[in-house]
């Protein structure tokens, strides 16, 4: 009950980021995505294991993720203005800086119309990578990971919560280790609402823990 009532709270706090879901036009989307190929593949299904597999993910986590992108371009003081939270990463710049609302919908609708291709766990590290994923830690009060981000790791569309199965494991874990970092007072990833459910979990999880849980989640589709 108290993993579930996190969940709660963690939706909750996100809801106030997106208000409105989004209404993209997938076929629309398909002539935005030209530049997106040379790292996140075709049709989304990246082969390079440190760019995300967007295809089959849900449209309003992708639609989030874009605009904490364009808003990670923006000085502190901008942000703060606009009461957006920022996200920055390098390989990202510039790349979306000449899509308006309807064309990140576009493109977030194109993405999550497309067939996700699947992973494989490394066997040594799935036993535990599954552990921690429908149990979390309970003495560290790591929270289940299906909690919000389903059984089967297909996340929440309506919540905004990311599809998870079949990411890659490198991927995975370097976004749990940006939110320990951020957690920490340190440069990494904070866009994760106010409850910052992603940096208190990941901040509490050692590197061999997260190695785990991410290799598993890789292999689950």
Do not use: W
Not at 107 to 129: C, F, M, V
Not at 165 to 170: L, R
Not at 195 to 215: F, H, L, P, Q
Request: net charge neutral; glycine share 12%; aromatic share 6%.
């Amino acid at each position: 009950m108290k993993k579930l009532f996190v969940c709660f709270l963690a939706v909750a706090g996100f809801a106030g980021l997106v208000h409105a879901g989004p209404n993209g036009d997938a076929s629309a989307g398909k002539s935005k995505v030209a530049t997106c190929v040379a790292c996140h593949g075709e049709g989304g299904n990246s082969v390079v294991s440190t760019f995300p597999k967007l295809a089959g993910q849900n449209e309003r986590y992708l639609l989030k993720q874009m605009k904490d992108v364009q808003c990670g371009a923006l000085s502190k003081a901008e942000q703060k203005s606009q009461r957006c939270n920022g996200r920055s990463i390098l390989t990202m710049t510039g790349q979306l800086d000449r899509f308006d609302d309807a064309d990140l919908a576009d493109i977030a609708a194109y993405y999550a119309a497309q067939p996700a291709s699947g992973g494989q766990a490394n066997a040594d590290l799935a036993a535990k990578g599954e552990e921690i994923y429908r149990a979390g830690i309970r003495a560290k009060g790591v929270a289940a990971c299906t909690a919000c981000h389903s059984p089967t790791g297909s996340g929440n569309g309506p919540a905004g919560y990311p599809l998870l199965g079949g990411q890659h494991a490198d991927y995975v874990a370097a976004q749990l280790k940006a939110f320990r970092a951020a957690a920490d007072g340190l440069e990494g990833r904070s866009n994760d609402g106010e409850t910052k459910i992603m940096r208190d979990n990941a901040y509490r999880m050692s590197d061999s823990e997260i190695a785990a849980v991410a290799s598993y989640i890789s292999g689950l589709h």
